[in-house]
Structure formats: C-alpha cells, structure tokens
C-alpha cells in the first residue's frame, strides 16, 4: 500500500569509503529473515545521534547514549529487528551490553566503541544468545556495497526497504552520503520505531556533526508523524569517516553549508520514505503552516492536522469533510487563535476564509484534490510569518490489520 | 458494535418537572429523521452549561455563552442534528440566531432566553429556513415524558439512543434526575462532539448549579476518549426546574452533597454510555494512574494510553502487546518519570514491575483478561497519591469505516 514509494536499485546506492556493513540471519524475527546488521567504521570516523525522547526510552538507547558520551571514537555499530529490549528492566541493559561486547571481541575493539540498537516488539526478553551466536556471520559478510542488504536487514513492519544515496562534489572533494531508514507505525516527532543511519567520507569535527545532526532531524525526522506514537527506540545516526579529504570543522569552513544541504536532502528522502510506507498509507500529505507567531505554534497546528483519526479517515476516503481540519486547528492549543485570520488551502482550492467556508468553495474542487495519492494541506494562521512543514499519511482499514496482528 | 450498552426503557426515563420536549422531522439529515428536538423550561429555572474549548467552537456555541452570560432565566432550547453550524462565519452566527428567535416567537420568550445547539458535520452552511419551518411541529409535540424520544433525536453516528434517570429522596423531597447525551466520534476531553443535557427538578442557585457543571463535567464528560479529536460543539448542560421543593443556594445548604452525588452519577452514566457506543468500540476500557504527584500528570498518562492508535487497535485484537502502554506512559510528558518506579496491571495481572517486566508475567495471563469486553488499565507511578481515571474504547476496522462513509 506504499505511496509512490521508489524501489531501490542496489547499484544506485554507493559504498561510503570507510564504512562495512554485513548482515546475518539470527532467527529473531521468522526464521530465514536477515535481522541482525553489522557495521564498522574506519578509526577516523566522528559520529553523532539523536535518540527518542520517551521515558520509557529502550536499554540499546540508553547504551548508545552513554558510549557516546564516554567515547570520542565508535567502531562498531549492531542492529537487530524483531525486539526492541525495551521495557526489560536491568537484564535489558545488560543484554544491550553483552551485545556490545560480543562485537567488540570479534572486532578486537573496545566495549564503549559499539553503538547497540534494537527494533521490534517491546516488553520481551531480547534473545541475547542468538545475537551473539550470528555476530561472526554478519563479520563474514563485511564489505562496503551492502547498504541495500543493510536497508532490508533493519526492516520490521515496513513494505519495503528504504535507502538513498547522493555524491556531490563539495570544494573540489568528491563526497558520497549513503543512508537507510526504517519504521512504518509507532512513528512522531521526537521520534518514532523509527532507525536512520547516514554515512558520508566526508570529515567533520565532532561537535559540529553533533549541532548538524539535531539540525538536519529536526527539519527531517522529527517533522513526519504516521500514528503520533512516540516510540522507545528512535534513533537517528550520523556517520563521518572523513575518507574523502574534505574536512569541516566549525560552521565557516569552506563547504559546511553544501554539506548541511546534501545531509538534509538525504535525511528528508529518508524521512519521507517512512511516511510513503506508513503502516496502511494509501495517500502522502504534506501539511504547511504558515503565519504563525512562532515554530512551536506553527508545529501546534500541523501536529493537530496529521494526528487526527477523523482527518486521516476522510483523507483515506477521498471525502472533502475539510470541516474536521478547521477542527484540528481549533483544538491545537493557540489559545489566543483568531480564527477570523485562519485560511485553509487544499491543494489549489481555497476552502476557508477568514476562518469560515470560501463562497467560491465547491465541494466537487475539494473532492478533485482529495483523489491524488499527494495532498498539499495549508494553512496560513494570518498571526506572523513562521512557517513549518510537516509529512504524514492517511489513516485505513489496513493500518488496523496490521496493528491488530503485528505478532501474530 | 456498542459494548454493553444498556437498551433504553421509555418508561424508566422518569419526566421532570418544569421540563417539557417535543420534537420534529426537520429534513436536515435523510427524510423521515427525527433531527430537532425542543426543549421548555418552567419559569424559575437555573441552568448552567460547560462548553468546548476548541478556538473553531461553533456559532450557536456563541451565542450559548452569551445568552448564558446576559441572561439569567432560559426559558428553551433548541438542538438540531444533521449539521454542526461551525467553520460557517457570521452567516452561521446569524443562523444560530434566527432559530433563537424562531423560539423566542413562537413561545411568545425574548430571543436571549433561548439556548441553540447544532451537531453534525461541521464547514456546511445551517439549512436554517428548514429548523424555522419544523419548530411548530417541535412545540405542537410538547410533553414532560418525552426523554426517550429526544434521546433519539440528538443522535448523530450514535448507533442507540442514551438516556439515564434517576430519583432519590433528598431532605425529604423526591428528586428526579434525567439526562441524555450523544456522540460516538470526535469523542475527547474538552470536550467531544458530545452533547449532554441533564435535567432536574431540585433547585440550585445560579452559582452553585454552574460550580457544580464544572466539577462534574471533569470527573464524566472530560475524562472520556474516544479519537482525541475535539469538536468544535461539546456542550454540557444542567438545568435545575427548582420544582421539587428542594433548595440548594451554596455548598454547605441540606442535600448539596447527595445531590452533587446524584448528579456525577446521572453524568458518569451518560458519558460512559458514549464511549460504549465509540465508534467501532468492541471493548470498554477504564484507564486508572495512581501514584502521581499532580491530577494533571496523571491526565497526561491517561490520555497519552487512551489516545494512542497502538494501544487501541491492540485491545481491539486482544493482543496483549502491553509494551505499547509502556511507550504511552513513556511519551506522555512527565519529562522526570523514573520509570523503574512505574507498575502497570491489566486487570488483576501485574505486568511491569519496577519499569520492566514482572518476571511471573505470562502472556497467557495478559491474553485472558484481553478477551474480556470491559477492562482495567492500572498504572502506578510511585511518585505521588493522586490519582484520575478516564474511560475509552478501542480501535477497530469499523471505526475506518464509520469515519470514512461518514457523509456518504
């Protein structure tokens, strides 16, 4: 049911000097499914994340950030699908740790150097020995063409694999930026069941990919919503291997800005992705705030728009009950909205003005619109000039067959 | 597909007196539907109303408030279905007014001793001429025992009327309590496409009878979900025909406390009866958080496990993938939660101890009380001792289906 989503070409998506990848399969998931993904990265790469904001936030999470903190140089990094050792308590993170240390043995690499990440079901014993018994597999498997295997390796309810690649010649330097992303439910802002990866040979100094890191997910990963759950085990990774020659090291280096661009391009391809895959999608919606006094407003009202199941459902039926958008923005919290100012576009179709129905506004225009696979909603507060663009989908029957019998 | 959802008995719906209702076939939804429900009230009555809080809240919603605020005797009221009268701008707010002095003409009333109320979809304009042209059959069918009947009326997606009564003798006076409500969809706190109109023939005093809506409107209307979605319409209203002999004029006056009792009763019953009927609902779910330090936080962790689609479509296939209400008290926004401090129960089972899980668990225990058609969601937080519950249903297939074919 994926929207427009591309199938990947293996050969489109090019190796990242300085970064392995080798999968095995572990049999956490079905039997015969790769779920476990290795990879390595050369000594001098830098990497950044950003992690979920739940409480509840998973035991690899809770490593990662930790490893991060501590260590300046991360070797190794180990996925697994099909559990997300989350809400397992202090075996969790010992679990998580073991993981760690079985690749650091293997690797003859410190503990600390390995980035632990799980996706999957939460509240079930992640089944460690089977890790830990399928790791010299995936070291097998070890090479740099492997981000198509690797994109299909960390998918759990996902259609299809997603992945995408750009090179880019940045002051004389020829860069490459390979990425893979998973997640189709459990998806929001601040994140979701959400995993993105992205490697580059470009060099960046640590801090600096750590501030482009929360920059780059803040205008990619953590602006697409599918279902408004905040998952446990968000995590969105930036890799720099530095392989290629060009080397940034504040916000004024010579190149800094065509690399921030080409990160957000591939992070947005990636993000979009899950939103094309959302659990059930049949349409792709970009909704765009505009006016509003701050981005939090901005935010507010686009959050409102994409999390409504009545929104959703219309969308889903091509049925133009565009009354239920002027509803969402009334309940988003401006509390001090007038909505005298507001108006509403679908697509080309002005449907509210000044807050009430345009009287040009005919039901069979909105309707015409409401039949495309890519819906543009805006909406212009008519209270600043911030404005703020976020991704979701529509809302089906399928979404609820695959929530209702996601273990079974 | 309501769950347990009691089948009204006309003759248990007790008349009020000083409370009179007649209704009419107006033509607003499909020929031949009741959709226009009138409402007297004797001369000393008090009523008090709480309405919604979305910034789109809709033009009779308008004049409602300020009919309320100008005007201490309402003399009638009047409820259409079929369309909700918001995102309509002044040519709604002058409709809202024109059925108010409809009333107001032909009860020989002033126009401000009038309440409207409208509910059904919303950005269509109010087939005003159609509500003025159906108001003398609404007044011709007048008559005190005619409750079953106006529940029948202000249905909307509702797949059975709603209706409770109650009478109890209090300080020597026998007190009659009936309300009815309706609303299954765009069901959420402050508040829900939800209407609800309880009256009584104990006395109250203006400020008494408006304290007393609020506080009960908290504990009833506003802790029940459905979608999350807001109406632009919720509305709430107490009327007190004073006809009994009974006389409440402050809290500490004979009988305020039995009849605050009777009226939470009167209102739990009401509000519970809407979640029963959610659309699609196949399980009534009660969700308790104990153990926090403020009832606010408790309402974020309620709220964020009542809301979330995850939760929801797994009670609807008695999955006990009880993770999911993990991450819902995780993203709910206690930003310092110590989860290790967190249980959670379903039912009589303990599932997460201490933030993880109990290690007597077992899935079978957790699928037993699943299949179940009422359930208890129990959260402790260990922080505190307040506590709050709400009430919600699940997410079924159905729902997709009501919401997508609403208007079709």
């Known amino acids: 049911m994926a929207v427009n989503l591309p199938i990947l070409d293996p050969e489109k998506l090019f190796p990242v000097p300085g970064i392995e990848l080798g999968y095995a399969q572990a049999g956490i998931k079905k039997a015969g499914r790769k779920d476990l993904l290795l990879m390595t ?130 002051e004389g330097f020829e860069i490459t930026m390979t990425g893979i992303s998973k997640g189709a439910g459990m998806i929001h802002p601040n994140m979701a069941t959400m995993l993105g990866f992205i490697g580059t040979d470009a060099g960046v100094s640590k801090s600096v990919l750590h501030q482009l890191t929360q920059e780059v997910a803040d205008a990619s990963f953590n602006a697409i919503t599918i279902d408004g759950d905040t998952s446990t085990n968000d995590s969105f990774i930036v890799i720099a291997s530095g392989q290629s020659g060009l080397m940034i090291d504040s916000k004024t280096s010579p190149g800094f800005l065509e690399l921030k661009q080409m990160l957000l391009d591939v992070a947005l391809q990636l993000a979009q992705m899950i939103v094309r895959d959302g659990e059930g999608a049949t349409k792709f919606m970009t909704i765009r705030v505009a006016g509003g006094k701050t981005l939090e407003e901005c935010r507010l009202v686009g959050e409102a728009i994409a999390h409504s199941p009545l929104v959703k459902t219309a969308f889903y039926a091509n049925d133009p009950n565009l009354g239920r958008i002027l509803a969402a923005i009334g309940y988003a919290g401006i509390t001090d909205l007038d909505v005298s100012g507001v108006q509403l576009y679908l697509g080309d179709v002005w449907v509210a003005q000044n807050g009430g129905r345009h009287p040009d506004y005919q039901e069979a225009d909105g309707q015409r619109v409401m039949q495309e696979a890519e819906i543009l909603i805006r909406v212009e507060l008519g209270r600043g000039s911030v404005e703020r663009t976020m991704w979701t989908c529509d809302f089906s029957h399928e979404y609820v067959s695959i929530n209702a019998d996601y273990r079974s």
Chains 1, 2 share one sequence.
């Open 41 to 170: 990265l050369s000594a001098k790469s830098q990497v950044a994340g950003v992690f979920t904001l739940n409480r509840f936030c998973a035991a690899p999470v809770q490593i990662c950030k930790a490893h991060l903190l501590s260590q300046p140089t991360i070797r190794a990094i180990v996925i697994n699908t099909g559990n997300a050792n989350a809400g397992t308590g202090d075996q969790g993170l010992s679990d998580a740790r073991t993981s760690c240390h079985a690749v650091a043995e293997l690797l003859q690499i410190r503990d600390d150097q390995v980035l632990p990440f799980s996706t999957g079901v939460i509240l079930e014993p992640l089944p460690i020995q089977k890790i830990v018994d399928a790791l010299p597999t995936a070291k097998q498997n070890l090479k740099a063409h492997a981000w198509f295997d690797a994109a299909n390796t960390i998918m759990t309810t996902d259609t299809l694999p997603k992945a995408y690649s750009q090179k880019k010649v940045i």
